[in-house]
């Protein structure tokens, strides 16, 4: 071959223009992350739903799809497996699809609407006990980045964050004077949440260490050995390698110590509009799920202490 064919041949092909569809999936993921100031993460998993119904969709614009359709769909990846807690996650960000095709797009048909996923048993969130709780957060003096994952551990306990509203914090959202922490939710929704005296006591030992690690343009109150905003799969790993440096036998998560947060303020107040605030929770109802594993704790008590609940032995 010669010298030109080479060069000609080494020459990638540009790619393909996105079809119709996937310009309407691309402004739909624009919308939700510069109007509706969804995170990343979230923005990436409504994609991920939508690219799955426009895969089975095959060559159909989303415009023609029809209830029938959405109605196999759904009983296809049910048949595949899916639970029904997932099929209702796919139907509300095809819902919001259509919704928003309607309002840009001038489509005048919502298939999704009236559908209903397949019930599935209730999962109750993992929660720590207290002892587990206090057991991984005691994390003992260390380097930097020790003290920098007692105050990501106590502060995730204590206010009961979301793994995104812990890596958007700045310096500046923490008022100690007022023992809060301003947090920015889902939905670009702030809110003020208190921090407990050891977050706090925590909190200001890590922005002693911080000032020497953080670069000046970085303005992430957690950051990475190199003075970097720490993200949050980092963040994943770090609570995981501490729980098990700490001897905690659960596989703990960081939305397991929000879900700890919850329970243990439920069982010591039973003030669930409050822990509805907290938590920022737009619904009563999602927050109503922490008094089941509340009622769970109070059977274990009355099992172990109350003398009529005892089996008798044989």
Request: net charge positive; charged share 25%; aromatic share 6%.
């Amino acid at each position: 071959m010669t010298a030109r064919g080479r060069s000609q041949s080494s020459v990638k092909s540009p790619a393909p223009a996105a079809g119709p569809e996937q310009k309407l999936l691309q402004a739909y993921i624009g919308h939700l992350t510069h109007e509706r100031r969804l995170s990343a993460h979230t923005a990436k998993n409504y994609r991920r739903d939508i690219e799955a119904l426009m895969a089975m969709a095959g060559d159909t614009p989303a415009g023609a799809l029809r209830t029938h359709d959405i109605r196999r769909y759904i009983a296809q990846l049910h048949g595949k497996g899916l639970d029904g807690r997932s099929l209702a996650r796919m139907l509300s960000a095809w819902r919001g699809f259509y919704r928003y095709l309607a309002r840009d797009h001038g489509c005048k048909h919502n298939p999704c609407v009236g559908i209903r996923a397949p019930k599935s048993a209730k999962r109750l969130p993992h929660a720590l006990s207290p002892d587990e709780a206090r057991q991984l957060v005691e994390i003992e003096d260390g380097d930097a980045l020790a003290v920098r994952d007692k105050a990501m551990l106590e502060l995730f306990y204590s206010s009961g964050l979301r793994l995104a509203e812990l890596t958007g914090l700045a310096p500046g959202d923490i008022n100690f004077a007022d023992a809060t922490v301003r947090v920015t939710g889902k939905g670009g929704k702030t809110r003020i949440v208190p921090v407990g005296s050891h977050a706090a006591k925590a909190l200001r030992a890590w922005l002693a260490e911080r000032s020497a690690m953080a670069h000046v343009d970085d303005d992430a109150l957690f950051v990475t050995r190199h003075g970097r905003r720490l993200g949050q799969r980092a963040i994943q790993t770090r609570v995981q390698q501490r729980a098990l440096k700490q001897g905690v036998a659960a596989r703990v998560h960081p939305h397991m110590l929000r879900h700890s947060f919850a329970s243990h303020v439920l069982q010591s107040s039973s003030d669930l509009r409050a822990v509805q605030e907290m938590l920022g929770h737009s619904s009563i109802s999602t927050t109503q799920v922490y008094t089941q594993l509340d009622f769970q704790h109070l059977a274990k008590i009355y099992d172990a202490a109350h003398p009529r609940a005892r089996r008798k032995e044989k």
